[in-house]
């Protein structure tokens, strides 16, 4: 079992930057690939980012590559969503997720673990 905790989110003017990050516990946090998903209002939840357990292969949604970056600090057992020049279609709530490989983190249909979600708002 991984218990993923996410936190970082908020209000933020179009143009500015937040930082969402994703602690987790339970099994060795190093053993899986992570990745970030979002839904907005309405939609279906969609892949944002995913990075490999090394970090050495990260995947992105074309609606946010070159604005967003993920990491992850092993030691920290943290992962993080680094979101720049947002949009206010960038508003949703923000799923930290945890799967075996992040190529397959690109579907939801990888996710082994899912977070409870963190809310992001960007206003106009």
């Known amino acids: 079992q991984v218990l993923l905790v996410e936190s970082g989110g908020g209000l933020v003017q179009a143009g500015g930057s937040l930082r969402v990050s994703c602690a987790t516990s339970?099994?060795?946090?190093?053993?899986?690939?992570m990745g970030w998903f979002r839904q907005a209002p309405g939609k279906e939840r969609e892949f944002v980012a995913a990075?490999?357990?090394?970090?050495?292969?990260?995947y992105y949604a074309d609606s946010v590559k070159g604005r967003f970056t993920i990491s992850r600090d092993n030691a920290r057992d943290t992962v993080y969503l680094q979101m720049n020049s947002l949009k206010p279609e960038d508003t949703a709530v923000y799923y930290c997720?945890?799967?075996?490989?992040?190529?397959?983190?690109?579907?939801?249909?990888?996710?082994?673990?899912w977070g409870q979600g963190t809310q992001v708002t960007v206003s106009s």
């Open positions: 997720a945890a799967g075996a490989s992040a190529a397959n983190l690109r579907s939801s249909s990888g996710v082994g673990y």
């Open positions: 339970g099994r060795t946090f190093s053993f899986y690939a």
């Open positions: 990075i490999s357990t090394s970090g050495g292969t990260t």
